[in-house]
């Protein structure tokens, strides 16, 4: 093993052939014990951290850890970012769950890049950016931060997403594992057994991993009695012994982790973002046995191997602050915005659809989010954008006669949609009503905290707090608290009362009504859905949200976004919910699975969404080569406008009680009038069952169904049979 004392000479080692672990380790060996306990936590005190998070300090500085400025070790600078970076005045991108109704693979890593670019120039290194935790139900409050309820879509997502981002900073996958509810999340315990949680609830983990995601954060939540942030199932077991992860796992924020001598030997490596627990405990724990040096040393070596494994990025040159909000990464985010804008239902008046609009009607944009920047959650995924465009910005731009009220006055709103031709009703969610939990916790959890912070420890903090470079709070932020919005899981899935009274109120007088609905998820809508033309969601999509769905509604752009997840008629269509459980148990029917099983009608099923063009799957043929399952076809435009369609190849398998599997996907786009091929490569292994008694994965074997659709349940939808 070389001699190595500094961290320049471990990555020269490893550019003349050394392996990053060999060269952690040399490097490691040399470290003062001190310096090796200070590896497992964030840099920053406890207390001096609080109050700086309470002054908006998410957004003004990465998160520092296992920095060691003897070695020029630079240790983890991290910063959030799902929906773009959330430290200085960057560029707001649609949430994740509108760029997963896009099914558009190459979009996202674009996205990724950008962001990721972002985070580069504001001093990250690691982003917690890749949130990929299951939409199990619509009420999760964080269900804005994912892609979709499907394990496969939202594993493809994730790795795309991954390699963008990767291409300047290190990935952070989160939060593994099981974790989507949002307020009971420091106390729930989920129930899940074996099959359940390997077939459903970690694939989209174990995609990202094998992208080469650099590091796991832990979630709050429980698995089968172990705090994931300690559990050995989860971090050992599976992440590094059935996976063969290399990177390091930090923990969620400040209450993610309970034991910290548990949580070494299980192999968590850095407790975030404080000097909280480890430091109270870990010295003790040392003189005691419980846990040795060689515990320490792993975590560390884990740490400054990953650092060394991503060299080649993070030590090209930083971009400066000049990218953010560049007219490049707006002119993606509007893009990203019109891709993602899913039309529901479009009913002909007067013989024609009610969209698109023509740019010479007049146009009533009525409701009290028309003219708000809605960008979603107001907590660790909040981007302060400095520029973003409202529902009432975008058609302004385009529509020359427009006019607005807010919806307070039911009378008036109808009198304003009836001067107009048409209609467009904008209702839905803001960051009080869904979005990450920030409220209360049991009270016992205060005793982890310590009872003072160190001084040198502050000094060094208060030290970093003055280089910081300025950022600019938005003006949308006059009225919020400081810290995060207080957030939590919906309290229902149907719109607000006022709302609902708004619709009715407007659909009376104007028949060509649209309704735009703002929202992480879903919405049940079937008690208005009938009274109007038409629907559209646009989700909270980001700085350049007005412009997007302008783009879509009068037609520039050809709606292609899909459903990600299946929308009910009613709640008891859903598998149980309860926001404040304390023990909870995970099946494997959920979403289109539970639909399909019950034989449940949705409102809008899965893979769902319109267009203004119409679209035919024509001569599929399935070929299996080796161990790859190739599914061919056309797609034909059959309308007269230029589109996109997304290809969907689901399989049944062998075992009748085991849900059918989404496998493959392709977005394709037609000219009017036109054919597309397509190939979908499906590996076997995602046909692959767990034997839950040996706790391995059976090859597939047997006679499966592969199904090419449209959406899910696709009447049109072309099934052949094949043996494996």
């Known amino acids: 093993m070389p001699h190595i004392t500094t961290f320049d000479e471990a990555r020269a080692a490893v550019r003349h052939g050394t392996t990053p672990e060999d060269a952690a380790r040399a490097l490691t060996a040399t470290l003062t014990e001190h310096e090796r306990l200070w590896c497992l936590d964030g840099d920053a005190p406890t207390w001096a951290g609080l109050k700086f998070l309470s002054q908006d300090g998410y957004h003004k500085s990465p998160f520092f850890g296992a920095e060691l400025e003897r070695v020029g070790f630079p240790g983890i600078r991290f910063s959030d970012g799902p929906r773009g970076a959330v430290v200085g005045n960057a560029t707001a991108f649609p949430v994740a769950m509108a760029r997963g109704a896009t099914w558009d693979l190459d979009l996202e890593a674009r996205i990724g890049d950008a962001i990721g670019t972002e985070l580069r120039a504001i001093g990250a290194n690691l982003t917690g950016a890749v949130c990929i935790n299951l939409l199990r139900h619509p009420a999760w409050g964080r269900a804005q931060e994912t892609y979709g309820e499907d394990p496969h879509h939202v594993g493809e997502f994730g790795a795309a997403f991954t390699r963008g981002l990767q291409r300047h900073v290190m990935a952070c996958v989160k939060h593994f594992a099981c974790n989507s509810m949002e307020n009971a999340r420091f106390s ?239 209702v839905g969610y803001t960051y009080l009503d869904e979005g990450e939990y920030i409220g209360e916790t049991d009270a016992a959890l205060m005793s982890m905290f310590p009872p003072g912070d160190e001084p040198d420890v502050v000094d060094r903090f208060e030290s970093q707090l003055t280089e910081l470079a300025p950022v600019e709070r938005p003006d949308r932020m006059r009225d919020r608290p400081r810290m995060f919005s207080r957030g939590g899981d919906r309290g229902s899935l149907r719109l607000l009362p006022d709302d609902v009274a708004l619709i009715r109120a407007v659909a009376a007088v104007n028949a060509r009504t649209v309704v735009v609905v703002q929202a992480g998820s879903a919405v049940i809508c079937s008690e208005w859905a009938g009274d109007v033309a038409g629907i559209v969601q646009a989700w909270y999509g980001g700085a350049e949200a007005g412009t997007g769905l302008a783009d879509v509604l009068i037609g520039d752009v050809n709606p292609s976004a899909r459903l990600p997840f299946t929308v009910p008629v009613e709640e008891a269509d859903l598998p149980v919910f309860e926001r404040d459980a304390t023990t909870f148990v995970y099946d494997r029917w959920h979403g289109w699975w539970r639909a399909a099983r019950h034989g449940i009608e949705p409102a809008f099923p899965f893979g769902f969404g319109l267009s203004y063009t119409s679209f035919e799957l024509r001569d599929i043929t399935v070929v299996v080569d080796g161990e790859t399952i190739v599914v061919r076809g056309v797609v034909h435009n059959t309308g007269d406008r230029d589109g996109a369609d997304v290809v969907q190849v689901y399989a049944a398998l062998p075992d009748a009680d085991a849900p059918d599997r989404l496998v493959g996907f392709a977005r394709v786009d037609v000219p009017a009038g036109a054919s597309a091929s397509f190939d979908v490569v499906v590996l076997r292994e995602r046909l692959a069952t767990r034997d839950p008694h040996a706790k391995v994965w059976r090859p597939a074997s047997g006679r499966h169904t592969i199904i090419t659709a449209r959406f899910s349940g696709d009447p049109s939808a072309s099934s052949t049979a094949i043996d494996l």
Do not use: K
């Open 188 to 426: 729930v315990d989920v129930q899940v057994d074996d099959v359940a949680l390997h077939e459903v609830y970690l694939p989209h983990f174990h995609r990202v991993i094998d992208e080469g995601a650099a590091s796991v954060m832990s979630a709050y939540n429980s698995v089968n009695g172990e705090w994931c942030g300690q559990s050995h199932q989860l971090l050992d077991e599976v992440l590094r012994g059935e996976w063969g992860f290399q990177g390091f796992v930090i923990s969620d924020w400040i209450l993610g982790l309970r034991d910290g001598p548990t949580s070494l030997r299980a192999g968590l490596d850095i407790e975030m973002p404080y000097r909280m627990v480890r430091q109270q405990q870990l010295p003790a724990a040392l003189e005691r046995g419980e846990i040795t040096w060689a515990d320490v040393d792993r975590s560390v070596v884990r740490v400054i191997a990953t650092l060394l494994r991503f060299d080649e990025v993070l030590s090209t040159p930083s971009p400066t602050v000049a990218v953010l909000g560049s007219p490049e990464h707006r002119a993606l985010a509007r893009e990203a915005a019109a891709r993602s804008v899913l039309l529901l239902r479009n009913e002909v008046v007067g013989d024609v659809p009610v969209l698109p609009l023509r740019t010479d009607q007049r146009v009533a944009v009525i409701g009290r989010l028309a003219d708000t920047v809605n960008l979603g959650d107001g907590g660790s995924s909040d981007v302060w954008d400095l520029s973003c465009r409202t529902v009432l910005d975008g058609l302004r731009a385009v529509v020359p006669d427009v006019v607005h009220h807010d919806g307070t006055d039911l009378a008036a709103a109808a009198a304003t949609a009836a001067s107009a031709e048409v209609a467009v009703v904008v």
